[in-house]
């Protein structure tokens, strides 16, 4: 494959959060506070564990004030909202996110409902979802944030291009599908009941695979000179048993067909994690009352 049709979603992530630390710096400079992101992670799933993880990571690189709460999976309802509206009250967080999915028995619904909509960094709030589909000011989900960041990077203008989403979560499918149709894209969404999915997936320029599913995407699904967008991060098993990582689309032959093609991993991963600074840059801000910085 030309390496050229490859977008390097790690390096990009890695610009970005460079320039979030920078703007946090002179906020620190300026304004004398800093970005405060509160991580909560409830039992102890070994994936989940290690997002956090990164996440803690890139929090303490970008210069903020974090926080993590590790709770035990036997936590109540009850004791986790109290979490929440504890650091809701809290002056120092600016941005909450609590791991999902949650453990068995607990109401993710009702603890996002919980969560100040001026914190809620993974813009799931009914404000935020509210805000992102009528156009007001808000905060939009990281991951689909990433995507569309990419997208214009490598494309620049994205009117009038037809777009394809697979997937129609809450989470990823649906926010990409907003975003993309407030950068005037004619936007399909499709699903696990479109008919003739190979063919509707052969009409898009943009083509946005978040199915959870390992390379369900072939290439002969793709357009000739289309812009992949592979969401997916499933691990396939492998003779060493250490497994590996692959999207939800067949890499190598959609590579071959695509003009541009994001890889798994290196691709829409690492920019979940760069957004999730830049949303908590951003509330952190709003909440202050100070500008927003472009980064
Ligand atoms: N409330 C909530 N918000 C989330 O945003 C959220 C969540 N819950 N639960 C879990 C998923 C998963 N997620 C990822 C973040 C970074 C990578 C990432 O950086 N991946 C790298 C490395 C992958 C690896 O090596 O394991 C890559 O794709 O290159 C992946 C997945 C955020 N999530």
Avoid at 109 to 117: K, L, M, R, S
Avoid at 171 to 190: D, M
Avoid at 254 to 267: D, E, L, Y
Avoid at 284 to 292: L, M
Wanted: hydrophobic share 50%; aromatic share 2%.
């Amino acid at each position: 494959m030309d390496a050229s049709k490859l977008i390097d979603g790690k390096a990009f992530a890695q610009g970005l959060r460079a320039r979030v630390a920078a703007a946090a710096a002179e906020l620190q400079a300026r304004h004398g506070f800093r970005p405060g992101l509160a991580v909560v992670l409830v039992g102890d799933d070994p994936a989940s564990q290690v997002y956090v993880r990164s996440k803690t990571k890139a929090t303490e690189e970008a210069g903020f004030h974090g926080v993590e709460h590790k709770l035990p999976a036997s936590t109540t309802q009850a004791e986790l909202m109290a979490l929440v509206a504890r650091l809701n009250a809290d002056p120092d967080v600016h941005g909450i996110l609590v791991q999902l999915p949650l453990p068995a028995g607990l109401d993710a619904a009702a603890v996002v409902a919980t969560i100040d909509p001026r914190k809620d960094v993974d813009g799931l709030h009914a404000q935020n979802v509210g805000a992102l589909w009528s156009g007001a000011e808000g905060l939009v989900p990281c991951t689909p944030l990433g995507c569309v960041l990419l997208l214009k990077d490598r494309l620049g203008q994205l009117a009038g291009r037809n777009a394809v989403v697979i997937g129609r979560s809450a989470l990823v499918g649906k926010p990409i599908a907003a975003l993309l149709l407030a950068e005037n894209c004619t936007v399909t969404v499709a699903h696990s009941r479109t008919k003739d999915l190979p063919a509707v997936c052969r009409q898009a320029d943009i083509l946005v695979a978040a199915v959870g599913r390992a390379e369900m995407v072939k290439g002969d699904w793709v357009k000739p000179g289309a812009t992949v967008i592979d969401v997916g991060i499933n691990r396939v098993p492998t003779p060493d048993g250490k497994g590996r990582l692959v999207g939800d689309v067949a890499f190598a032959e959609a590579a071959a067909v695509a003009s541009a093609i994001t890889p798994v991993p290196g691709g829409v991963g690492p920019m979940t994690i760069a957004c999730l600074m830049r949303n908590t840059l951003t509330a952190a801000c709003r909440i202050k009352g100070v500008p927003v910085p472009a980064v």
